[in-house]
Each structure stands twice: as C-alpha cells, then as structure tokens.
C-alpha cells in the first residue's frame, strides 16, 4: 500500500491540541481506481483512549473492527468510533471506489476522552447523512449538520464521552449566522474550502481558527461557498500524553498499550474482501 | 458578547503529512547469522502503527522480533521526546522495548527496567524467558541458543560484528565484546 498525502491542521507547530480535540486529518483525494479495496485506504490498526471520527464529504468509508461490526457510510454521514479500552479498526473506501475510481473526501478528528471514560469498551456509531438533523440560518443560505452535542434547540443524534458539539456546515455566498456556542466550551472552525469572515478576518480555504473563549456566539459572513466544520466542547483538563494510535493519561498507559496491541488484548481484525 | 478574537490559522503550512508504512526486510544471507531490525516508519498522532514482524531463518521458533517504530511525541515532526519501540515476543509473552533518546528500557508485567548497563551482568525475568545486560568489555557467555540484540553501539561476537539492532542466535562459549557507550542485551527462553 502506498502513502497518504493528508493535510494535518491539528497538531501543528505551535497548536498541539485544543482540548478536547487532538488532530484533525484532511483527506481529499481524487482516486484513479483499478484498485482492490484491500489496497486502498488504512488498514488494520489499534486505538486505545479516545474516540476517531471521520466526517464523510465525497465517496464512501467502509469502515471493520476487531469487534466485528462492518458499515459503510456515504457523503454526508459521519463514524463515531469511541476507542475506549481497545480496538482494532480499518478504514477504506469503498470497494467501488476503489476499482472505479472518484473524489473521496474525508474529516477525521479526534475527541480526547476523560481518564474516567478510557478504559470503556469500545463502540461504533453510524450516522447517515439523511439521519443528520439539520438549522439554517434566518437567510436560508448556511446550513449546520448537527452530529453531537446541541445546537440552536436541535440535538445530534451521536453521543460523546464528554460534553460537546459537532458541525459541519455548508454555505452559499451572502450567507450569515449567528452561531451559539456554550462559553464555556473551547471552539474551532476549519474550512474545507470555500471563504467566510469571522469577525474583521478573512478565513478561507484549509484555514483553521481557534476561539477564545470570551463570548458566547460566533459571527460568520459567508463570502464564497463554503463548507466547513465546527468542533466545540468542554475541555477536559487532564494530562494528555498522545504517541502514534494511543491517547493516555501518562507515558506508562501508552507503553502498556502498546505492549497490550502486541499480545493481542486490544483485538484482532481480520479483514474479508469480496471478490 | 461575540468570539471574535482568534488565534488565526494555524493552518497547513508545509502541514502535508505522509503516512507511508515502508516495506521491511531482514538481512539473511547465508554466510551471515545475524539479522537486522529495521525502521518500520516514523509515525505522526493517528499514523499506521502496525508492526510486522521479522521472518528469518536465523531466528528460533520460540522468538519472534518486529521492525521498529518511532511515534513522534509533538504528533507532525522529529523531537527529543518520541519514543522508539522495539516489540519481541518470548514463547508469545509480548515485549516491549523503549527507546527515548540515549535511554531504553524493557516493560515486563506493568515494570519498566532500565537497559543501562551496569558493572556487572543485569538479568531480568519475565514469564518464559530471561534477559541479561552485559557490561561493557569481554564477556564469556555460554548459552547457547540464546538472542543477542544490539540496542546501541557496537558489540563484538567472536569475530562478527553487530551494529545497532542487528540480532543474532548465540551459539555455545562465545565472547561478546562490548564496546563503550554500547548495549547489548541477551534474551533466553526459559521454557
């Protein structure tokens, strides 16, 4: 299998995390197909201690884990997987696309969880884009995707280990909205593509911003079509120690996770392929 | 109130990452005992942390060593605080071996051992097998069927060389010369 080429905004030089959220990848990529899908995409790896979720915005994620479940989630759906104590899990595009070829464009972040909530066991939430409950804004030109968490009086259908809100949002030009964020939660917005202002800045393409936390609402003016997504919540204030798959409380938890992948204790995903 | 300040864009800088899992190979022609454990991948936060394991010939059945990985601390570039992992397994007891800069050390049950060497030989038990650290200078060993692994330096056994993570199946009444600034460790199976 070949390298991913990934746009990495979260950690970045400077920005290690922005509690709860660890890293987000960006995966937008035009696939050529001719491809097995057991070629494609990331194969089987461990996570131990937070929760991975992948946005999907073009093709579809066939994700399998080494606790047996199997789904396939489209564009506009989300994979809400919460690690907890162990898990073993792939993610590839689809088998179509993958011998056909198409755009596949992925979000993938990571939400911390509580030194309380990292020994759970681990579970998987799907959630279709047609599942997603949606606000607009008074305009009708900025639409919010609610995944978790609570936004202007509608509820994601996904829950967190810990209190937050997930967006995604999609925009046409002259759009504005105001958007309620609880003060207390710690606020980020990345663009996928597109430009908004936000406040006397203009944010555009693969930018992120990161809000203080001094204010309870966030003011965008849409100025070219945009998409984006829009990661808050209540930061967890424990010690975060993050090497490769593994997110703990201390060193000698990511050793022990290590060491428990290599005896097998986080699972064993064998992976069938049609075809 | 509105959020209006911001730390602006963090963004993506020379931000494009690689996730390139690199194929791995083991040295083992004939002539030569010893195999080398090499450089799986260096892995940003996420990264496709899967270790494969070594296959060779020179190596007994009762011990099983994997290519090594580097989990970057700061999750995107090199830094004083990534941490090296070499896994082996003892008759399938998982071991792991950690490198953080100069310093290793072996986690056995839920106890890290330091890997330094001492002035005389350090042996550590796990459940099937046991672990000696030699000191440096000539050492006689006899055990036969035992792992040499070099973890730093050089060392010298009988007339072959091992250099950083090569290993190699000790066969009876060797001397392991080890150098200054260099570690070696021996693993045996106790079962």
């Known amino acids: 299998m070949g390298g991913i080429i990934l746009d990495q905004p979260l950690p970045s030089k400077g920005l290690d995390m922005v509690d709860p959220f660890l890293l987000i990848h960006h995966w937008d990529d035009q696939l050529n197909g001719g491809q097995k899908q057991q070629d494609a995409g990331v194969g089987p790896h461990p996570h131990r201690g937070f929760t991975p979720v992948t946005f999907i915005f073009k093709g579809g994620v066939h994700h399998r884990d080494s606790t047996g479940v199997e789904s396939i989630i489209e564009a506009g759906g989300t994979q809400w997987m919460n690690s907890g104590r162990g898990i073993v899990h792939s993610e590839r595009p689809t088998k179509e696309l993958a011998e056909s070829g198409g755009k596949f464009e992925i979000i993938q972040f990571w939400v911390n969880s509580p030194a309380a909530s990292k020994f759970d066991p681990p579970s998987y939430q799907p959630l279709k884009y047609e599942d997603t409950p949606t606000v607009k804004s008074a305009d009708g030109l900025v639409t919010i995707g609610v995944v978790a968490g609570q936004f202007h009086g509608k509820t994601g259908p996904v829950s967190g280990s810990s209190p937050l809100a997930t967006l995604r949002l999609e925009a046409s030009k002259g759009g504005e909205m105001s958007m309620e964020i609880p003060k207390d939660y710690n606020a980020l917005l990345y663009v996928l593509d597109g430009e908004v202002k936000i406040g006397d800045k203009t944010v555009g393409t693969k930018d992120m911003v990161v809000f203080n936390n001094d204010g309870g609402s966030i003011d965008v003016s849409i100025l070219e079509d945009t998409r984006a997504i829009i990661l808050s919540g209540e930061p967890i204030n424990e010690p975060v120690v993050s090497y490769g798959p593994f997110v703990m409380n201390s060193e000698q938890e990511i050793r022990e996770a290590i060491r428990d992948y290599q005896n097998g204790k986080l699972g064993t995903l064998v992976e069938r392929f049609e075809g | ?191």
């Not at chain 2, 940003?44 to 270790?51: A, F, V």
Request: aromatic share 4%.
């Open chain 2, 1 to 191: 109130m509105k959020r209006q300040q911001f730390i602006l864009n963090m963004s993506l800088i020379g931000a494009a990452s690689l996730l390139s899992p690199k194929l791995l190979f083991a040295r083992n022609s004939k002539p030569i005992r010893k195999v080398h454990i090499p450089l799986g991948a260096e892995h940003i936060r996420h990264g496709l942390y899967s270790p494969k394991q070594i296959v060779s010939t020179n190596l007994p059945s009762w011990f099983e060593v994997f290519e090594r990985d580097i989990l970057l601390s700061n999750g995107h570039s090199v830094g004083p605080n990534d941490l090296g992992v070499l896994n082996l397994k003892v008759n399938a007891d998982s071991l792991s071996i950690f490198q953080k800069g100069n310093d290793f050390s072996i986690l056995n049950g839920r106890e890290n051992h330091d890997l330094s060497p001492q002035n005389s030989v350090k042996t550590i038990q796990t459940k099937t097998g046991k672990i000696l650290i030699l000191p440096v200078g000539k050492n006689k060993i006899e055990h036969p069927g035992a792992i040499g692994i070099c973890l730093k330096g050089t060392v010298k056994v009988d007339s072959q060389q091992l250099n950083e993570f090569d290993c190699l199946s000790l066969t009876s009444e060797q001397v392991v010369d080890v150098k200054q600034n260099s570690i070696i460790i021996l693993i045996q199976n106790t079962l």
